[in-house]
């Protein structure tokens, strides 16, 4: 089975790299792309997405997040911190776990990592 991830206000070049990744690996599988929260939410649920792979500016957990996780709460948010290059999962009950530099080979394993976690 597939892990379906859907890329979320990604500027063009990270939106693009990180297709080319993910359309790379043999357990994943690039749901779609979409910039707009509303665009974000209905594609997320069209697409049957795994994960939301979202660029957020602060770290900070962004609306579109908590919109994500209270419609659809198998659904794992990946937050990328644009500034600083690090990675944030968030949960259901947004739930911040720290997952270090945002290289493309740890964007891959917090993917796997968080399809694979569970929440208390």
């Given at each position: 089975?597939?892990?379906?991830?859907?890329?979320?206000?990604l500027p063009?070049?990270?939106?693009?790299l990180f297709?080319?990744?993910?359309?790379?690996?043999?357990?994943?599988?690039?749901?779609?792309?979409?910039?707009?929260?509303?665009?974000?939410?209905?594609?997320?649920?069209?697409?049957?997405?795994?994960?939301?792979?979202?660029?957020?500016?602060?770290?900070?957990?962004?609306?579109?997040?908590?919109?994500?996780l209270n419609?659809?709460?198998?659904?794992?948010?990946?937050?990328?911190?644009?500034?600083?290059?690090?990675?944030?999962?968030?949960?259901?009950?947004?739930?911040?776990?720290?997952?270090?530099?945002?290289?493309?080979?740890?964007?891959?394993?917090?993917?796997?990592?968080?399809?694979?976690?569970?929440?208390?």
């Amino acid at each position: 089975m597939s892990i379906r991830v859907l890329l979320a206000s990604l500027p063009p070049v990270l939106r693009t790299l990180f297709e080319e990744v993910i359309v790379g690996q043999p357990d994943m599988e690039l749901a779609g792309a979409a910039t707009e929260p509303l665009d974000i939410l209905i594609n997320a649920g069209q697409t049957r997405a795994d994960v939301v792979l979202l660029a957020v500016p602060n770290g900070e957990l962004p609306g579109v997040a908590s919109h994500l996780l209270n419609e659809y709460q198998h659904i794992k948010v990946l937050a990328v911190e644009l500034h600083s290059q690090h990675a944030f999962l968030y949960q259901l009950r947004a739930e911040l776990v720290p997952l270090g530099e945002a290289s493309p080979s740890g964007l891959l394993d917090a993917i796997r990592a968080a399809v694979n976690s569970e929440v208390a």
